[in-house]
């Protein structure tokens, strides 16, 4: 074959071959076209899937954890005070079946049912007596026994900690939940129960067992909760003996308890027993499985508030030497004393503002759809409806300069009376609002209040680790890690 000769094209073949050439571009535009539409999702897809997971990854490693996988259920953000007063309120929007779900209840706390608000007010109405009412005398006559308890709690905490150049390094998690468990169990249970080992274990143990069901729930799908369950928290092993021993004591007369009268007669366990005496409704089961409702409500949120209140005054050194002028002068302490302290409970106050353990307060899920008296919000059926905690604290009306700590701003008016760290309003949503608003915050101000100003009389604080993380998030809850040590200095 000759390959070597070449005819140039003539016209009428060239322009035959721009044709052909047309067409082809033409069949394949319109083909890939076609293509586009089919592959474009997958495309998208796929893309969304790799952004998200690098995103996931990203999060994971600046300590931010969530579901990325999961459908949410639609969450309805209100904001006036009208609105807020009304969400706390409403009938049909549940505060229970929100708790229920988020922490599965079903399962963490022998099966309560929580898709109802049968006797909510009578529930609502006992806990608001002993805890609200009732609260601030028995705590003011506690007082003396929290502390001898605090300090023997606090020696043991300092005896096991690391020491490094005469200092005493502790794990701050930990510490700040064993001592506030120890507190809190006397306050429900006296001195007797709560120094049994057995029982104090397990009331350390059961609300660790719940957030640690709640992670679990949220990830894995809905029929094997009851398994998972089993498996975190050895077959409910906490919650059926706290269970256990509470009936035991409801079922039996007070006089029959080991524990002294001076302090029995002022704790939560025999209030709550002497107030339902009578009552067609309480009975000792349930009084029971009510006591260990609020035990999770009481022992969870002050930890992790007190953790937090810590590791900002341990970066913090001239705010320490304040707080500890500011409890020299008040001494000797009593727990009116201690309550009254403007710069203590300013602190505090500001530390919770700042950081809210979660951005979302006041939630209820609406049980049936419902519609704001004023038709501003429609919430639908199975949706949560909630407060931005975050927004209501950051707000500059209430908070002149809201992104900067300054615990002064609710002392510093000297016309106006304080704003107190128990003060429920709607600019400060972390108590919730209204009628179920939280009846055990004199009890959480005094177990944070107690333990702070007893550390800062003796030691100076900072943290071993300025550079190192110190919280992490879940969704809309900031957790502490449990790594986070601070270095205590005794006194001179
Ligand atoms: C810093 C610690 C605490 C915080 C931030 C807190 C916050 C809350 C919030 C937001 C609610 C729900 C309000 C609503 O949804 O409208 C609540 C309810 C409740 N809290 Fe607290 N709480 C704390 C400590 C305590 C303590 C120490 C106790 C008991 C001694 C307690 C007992 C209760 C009870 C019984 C309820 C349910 C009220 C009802 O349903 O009628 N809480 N708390």
């Avoid at 586009?36 to 931010?64: C, E, W």
């Avoid at 954890?65 to 929007?93: F, G, R």
Wanted: charged share 20%; with cysteine; aromatic share 12%.
């Amino acid at each position: 074959m000759d390959f070597g000769h070449y005819e140039p094209l003539n016209n009428v073949e060239r322009c035959l071959l721009l044709f052909v050439f047309l067409v082809a571009v033409t069949y394949v535009y319109t083909e890939i076209k076609a293509w586009h539409i089919i592959l474009y999702p997958l495309y998208r897809n796929i893309s969304q899937f790799i952004s998200a997971g690098m995103s996931t990854v990203q999060d994971y490693r600046s300590g931010k954890y969530y579901k990325p996988w999961t459908y949410i259920t639609p969450v309805v953000i209100v904001s006036t005070k009208k609105q807020i007063a009304e969400l706390s309120e409403a009938a049909c929007l549940s505060q229970r079946a929100v708790y229920a779900d988020m922490f599965g209840f079903k399962h963490t706390m022998d099966k309560l049912e929580h898709n109802t608000s049968d006797h909510k007010v009578i529930r609502t109405r006992l806990y608001s007596r002993v805890l609200q009412v009732m609260g601030p005398d028995h705590l003011n006559a506690l007082y003396p026994y929290l502390l001898t308890r605090l300090k023997s709690n606090l020696d043991e905490q300092f005896r096991r900690g690391f020491i490094s150049k005469g200092c005493i390094s502790l794990p701050i998690a930990q510490t700040a939940r064993q001592v506030a468990s120890s507190l809190m169990g006397l306050m429900f249970f006296g001195e007797a129960l709560a120094s049994n080992d057995e029982f104090s274990n397990a009331l350390l143990r059961y609300p660790q067992d719940i957030v640690n069901c709640m992670a679990a729930f949220q990830i894995a799908p809905s029929f094997l909760s009851p398994l998972m369950h089993a498996i975190i928290t050895k077959r409910g092993r906490s919650m059926s003996l706290i269970q256990s021993r509470l009936f035991e004591h409801l079922s039996s007369q007070p006089s029959t308890w080991e524990e002294p009268e001076h302090t029995k007669q002022r704790t939560i366990l025999y209030n709550m027993a002497n107030l339902a005496k009578g009552s067609d409704y309480w009975n000792a089961s349930l009084l029971a499985q009510s006591l260990l409702g609020i035990w999770f409500a009481a022992s969870h949120q002050p930890w992790m508030n007190l953790h937090f209140i810590i590791l900002e005054i341990s970066v913090r050194k001239d705010w320490q030497t304040a707080l500890r002028q500011e409890l020299e002068q008040a001494s000797p302490l009593d727990y009116n004393r201690l309550e009254q302290l403007p710069l203590l409970d300013s602190f505090i106050k500001e530390t919770v503002r700042f950081n809210p353990l979660d951005k979302l307060a006041i939630r209820r899920k609406a049980m049936e759809s419902y519609t704001f008296s004023d038709r501003s919000v429609l919430v639908p059926a199975g949706a949560t409806v909630c407060v931005s905690a975050y927004d209501q604290m950051h707000n500059p009306q209430a908070y002149p300069e809201p992104d900067s700590f300054n615990p002064s701003r609710y002392f510093a008016n000297a016309d106006a009376t304080q704003s107190r760290f128990t003060d429920v309003s709607e600019y400060f949503p972390v108590w919730g609002y209204g009628s179920l608003a939280c009846p055990g915050r004199f009890h959480a101000s005094l177990v944070i209040k107690m333990v702070l100003s007893q550390l800062l009389l003796k030691y100076e604080m900072r943290l071993e680790d300025e550079k190192a993380r110190t919280r992490w998030s879940w969704e809309t809850f900031t957790m502490p890690y449990e790594s986070t040590r601070v270095i205590f200095k005794q006194l001179m």
